[in-house]
């Protein structure tokens, strides 16, 4: 259905561009890709991607983009075949003071580097981390409203159809949020700087994209009694902070998210409690040939009794999905990128848990071989203890080889 | 005690004509760098670059600069070719403070980042030349002396030698001297020659070609060469509007996005 909308999207832009004489242009690249799993040595990932992207404006005050890929990937079990799926496809009206896009389309909030607490408008797929973002996070359908005066800039988006993230589940039951006026999506932010400062502020209010399990009684059937669980999308209300300081050869960068939801007196180990997280960054760039990126992130729960929620997971029976978390979790994270040669650009990151002893390494060497032309390749490790959120994907390591042909 | 009197005048003659050939240098520099310049520009921009085993990459860039009503420069530029860097676009506004503010937009991220400067003066789009280099030199960040008359490919030069007025220039541009060759009869730079805060030689200029329109002229072809790597740049300016306005609404994060 989708890829029949980016279609008739495609096609409507052709005929206005005949008919009204707009311009229009087609880009896009050819990807051969293969992800190979470092344990089981299969291909993960095996095929190609073809992806189009027409772009076209009438006059100043209306442009659009229709962008679909093509995938073919040869290791998916079961084989999809040819998979049409469309990345972004939007009308953009612009007026002196005002921005409207209406479309599938990123939104992407938050002024640190790396990790983003306020980044939450678009859901992630962890199925398909990549050194692209259009490929481990998902394009929304969204109005989204700008508005710019000289001294700030105030952006409306609504959202009126929930989109989970693509995570591996736990083999429960799961039901979306219906679509309706009552689920509707809103993100407000408020974007103005101080002196050299720039700073912003953002309000959300729409689902966690992360599933939550939901306990629908016991099962007293069953010798002994199971839980009846499912999962779940629960209501989520965030508000944030965030500013970005240059410093001649540093960025000083902070975010921060307050993320209130349903379980208001914190006793409900089913749903995920209030909790604050926040990001503290430097980039330094050392050179024109190698840039530093540092953070340290922190999550705190609110009004949390870690030994009350093991107490009620042990009352529920439900000890094989739940775990009491720590109060407070930090993490330390560290990005390098340096021009090790001409043309060539390696990027090494990693984040590590302290609290858990958990970490991810994500390496990628890409070589620009020619004009429009690229050979990345890259390995992506997890460690850490099994119940981890690193130490659970410990058996995905994962090597990697693209090549993108741009045009 | 005559002997002391002839070094005194000996150092004392020397002196002034060490003043003399100084003054002459200034005068020269204030004629190439004073005479009447752009507040404003827009213009395609081709960058071929080239490495030591003769690869080339060619980059082509929208290029918009503008001084604000504070006498600030404003820069905008986004590549335009290849494909695979198309809608990237860098912004810099430069402050009261001395730190420019510096945004870059990539549309592989979709996300416009704060960016800070990489000292040294920072290369321009991986090319050789740094953003001082393509941007308009002010006369009083340099002390100049006069080194001579030399030729330069068939042309008689003032040969130049510019020196940092201030530590923080030296920082900003990471030049601890610039040799310039000055057309005697054009009075333009024809060829200047830069050292690193050591004073080792760093790279040469080249100025290929000169626009000029109205009384005002700008390097409108120019190769640097870094021989130390063996890598070379060379920027060409066509389609050039001087003076013709950019609409301050291009110098802004909203600007800097239309690229995607």
């Known amino acids: ?407 | 005690m005559k002997k002391i009197l002839y070094s005194i005048l000996i150092a004392a003659s020397l002196i002034s004509m060490a003043n003399a050939a100084d003054e002459k240098a200034s005068g020269i520099m204030k004629a190439v760098l004073g005479g009447e310049s752009w507040t404003s520009m827009t213009a395609d921009v081709k960058l071929v670059l080239t490495n030591s085993r003769g690869e080339k990459r060619e980059r082509e860039l929208a290029f918009y600069s503008a001084e604000d009503g504070k006498g600030f420069s404003r820069l905008l530029m986004r590549f335009t070719a290849p494909a695979d860097v198309k809608g990237t676009g860098f912004l810099t506004l430069e402050t009261a403070s001395g730190t420019d503010e510096r945004y870059l937009y990539l549309p592989a991220r979709r996300r416009i980042s704060k960016i800070s400067s990489s000292g040294g003066g920072g290369n321009f789009m991986s090319s050789d030349f740094s953003y001082y280099d393509i941007g308009k030199p002010e006369y009083e960040d340099w002390t100049y002396s006069y080194l001579g008359e030399k030729e330069y490919q068939g042309h008689a030069c003032h040969v130049i030698e510019a020196l940092p007025a201030r530590s923080d220039i030296l920082d900003d541009t990471g030049y601890g001297k610039i040799e310039y060759w000055i057309d005697k009869d054009a009075m333009h730079t024809l060829f200047a020659k830069y050292y690193d805060e050591n004073l080792a030689g760093l790279k040469t200029l080249e100025v290929l070609d000169y626009f000029r329109e109205g009384g005002r002229e700008f390097a409108a072809d120019m190769l640097m060469v870094n021989e130390s790597i063996g890598h070379s740049s060379r920027m060409t300016f066509t389609h050039i509007k001087l003076n013709e306005g950019v609409d301050d609404a291009v110098f802004s994060p909203r600007f800097l996005q239309m690229g995607r």
């Open chain 1, 1 to 407: 259905m989708n890829g029949v909308t980016i279609l008739g999207l495609t096609t409507l832009s052709l005929v206005s561009t005949l008919l009204c004489g707009s311009e229009m242009s087609l880009n896009g690249y050819s990807k051969a890709y293969a992800y190979l799993d470092y344990h089981s040595g299969e291909y993960s990932r095996l095929g190609n991607r073809f992806q189009t992207r027409f772009t076209g404006d009438q006059g100043s005050h209306l442009s659009w983009v229709a962008a679909l890929n093509y995938d073919y990937d040869t290791a998916a079990d079961p084989s999809p075949g040819l998979e049409i799926r469309p990345v972004e496809s939007y009308v953009n009206l612009a007026w002196q003071r005002v921005d409207l896009t209406l479309g599938r389309q990123f939104v992407f909030w938050g002024k640190t580097s790396w990790i983003n607490p306020s980044d939450v408008i678009n859901p992630w797929d962890y199925a398909h981390i990549s050194s692209e973002i259009e490929d481990y996070r998902i394009p929304v359908w969204a109005v989204n409203t700008q508005v710019y005066w000289p001294q700030f800039t105030f952006q409306a988006v609504v959202i009126p159809r929930f989109t989970p993230d693509v995570i591996p589940y736990p083999p429960l039951p799961l039901t979306l949020p219906v679509t309706d006026m009552n689920n509707t999506q809103l993100a407000l932010r408020f974007l103005s700087w101080i002196g050299q400062t720039d700073w912003s502020l953002g309000y959300y209010q729409g689902f966690n994209s992360t599933p939550e399990i939901r306990f629908r009684g016991m099962n007293m059937d069953l010798v002994p009694p199971v839980p009846n669980l499912e999962l779940c999308y629960r209501p989520i209300h965030m508000l944030s902070a965030d500013f970005a300081r240059s410093l001649s050869s540093f960025t000083i960068k902070g975010e921060a998210a307050c993320f209130l939801t349903d379980d208001k007196d914190g006793r409900d180990p089913l749903i995920g409690n209030d909790r604050i997280e926040a990001v503290l960054g430097l980039d330094w760039a050392l050179s024109d040939k190698l840039s530093l990126t540092a953070q340290a992130s922190g999550t705190s729960l609110l009004n949390y009794d870690r030994e009350l929620e093991r107490k009620r997971i042990e009352e529920m029976h439900a000890g094989d999905y739940l775990t009491a978390s720590p109060r407070r979790t930090s993490s330390l994270s560290a990005m390098v990128t340096a021009e090790a040669l001409p043309y060539t650009t390696l990027q090494l990151i990693h984040v590590f848990h302290r609290d858990q002893g958990d970490n991810f390494s994500l390496a990628f060497l890409s070589w620009d071989m020619m004009d429009g032309v690229s050979l990345t390749g890259g390995l992506l490790f997890f460690n850490g203890p099994a119940s981890s959120p690193f130490g659970m994907s410990r058996n995905a390591d994962t090597c990697f080889l693209e090549m993108k042909v741009s045009f």
